[in-house]
């Protein structure tokens, strides 16, 4: 009896914590993808348009009232790349300067990436150079050389949430699939992207489901096995190994290895 007790309660605990994985990475998927359509409309509007058919309160609007595509991300926007020969015109033309994540007049720099449409959500983000931060600027580097959507390691976002933001490059011409890296490079317009605000919209997604007060739910980043990062949840104390089940996710950046691991809550 204990035996059937034990096994029941463990799966129990695997098919609680697949039904989890599974919800989570497919709201993963649908906000992944909808950037991807936004990385056209850029494309699209702002640079196959001459004059550009996009500005930033059309942005703004169509963000907000196509933000239920997107239920994981906080915001999204689209920073600029503009080279320093570019800078004085870039800043004449906007009538403002470029600044620095930390709001500080940007220093010289080769290149730099500043927001010029952003969702309202995360306006804060306006005018800032995204290669100023590690994180944001290591995925700048990467989508544009791959041409493909990246993931940061899960950080402190602006907002102060721990989170990871999301990148698609935006290019000049249509490349071909097999396009150099430094014709990508060369081809770059600027980024679009966003951030996935882990700890409360996924917070969010679990409290709605059964089971969650008996559950203790962790996302980790282990693209590096060996020095696990927290993406969601709270680190687990040591010296309590209770039955746990892991479920590995895809969140669409081979680069990156995530996974879910999953306990009962203790009894207390
Ligand atoms: N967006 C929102 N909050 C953030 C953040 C970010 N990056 N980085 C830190 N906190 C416009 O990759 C281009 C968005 C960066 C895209």
Not at 76 to 82: F, I, L, P, S
Request: overall charge negative; hydrophobic content about 40%.
């Amino acid at each position: 009896f204990r035996h059937a007790a034990l096994r029941k309660a463990e799966e129990a605990l695997v098919s609680m914590c697949e039904e989890r994985a599974r919800m989570l990475q497919d709201q993963f998927a649908v906000s992944v993808n909808h950037v991807h359509a936004l990385a056209i409309l850029v494309a699209t509007f702002h640079y196959e348009k001459h004059p550009p058919a996009l500005d930033q309160n059309t942005f703004a609007d169509y963000t907000a009232r196509t933000s239920f595509e997107r239920p994981l991300l906080s915001g999204v926007a689209y920073a600029q790349r503009v080279v320093h020969a570019d800078r004085e015109g870039f800043e004449r033309h906007q009538g403002w300067i470029i600044k620095t994540m930390k709001h500080e007049p940007s220093p010289a720099q080769d290149e730099y990436a500043p927001v010029v449409y952003s969702q309202e959500t995360v306006s804060y983000i306006e005018g800032l150079d995204m290669m100023s931060g590690e994180e944001d600027r290591e995925n700048i580097l990467r989508s544009r050389a791959s041409g493909k959507a990246v993931l940061t390691r899960p950080f402190r976002l602006m907002s102060n949430h721990l989170g990871v933001v999301l990148t698609f490059p935006v290019y000049h011409a249509d490349l071909p699939s097999d396009a150099k890296e430094e014709d990508r490079v060369a081809a770059t317009a600027g980024y679009l992207g966003g951030a996935f605000d882990v700890e409360s919209l996924v917070e969010n997604l679990l409290r709605q489901l059964a089971g969650n007060q008996e559950l203790v739910v962790n996302v980790y980043d282990v693209t590096n096995i060996s020095n696990p990062l927290v993406m969601y949840g709270s680190e687990v104390p040591l010296g309590n190994p209770s039955p746990s089940h892991i479920c590995m996710l895809d969140f669409g950046d081979p680069f990156r290895k995530h996974h879910m691991v999953c306990r009962n809550k203790p009894h207390v």
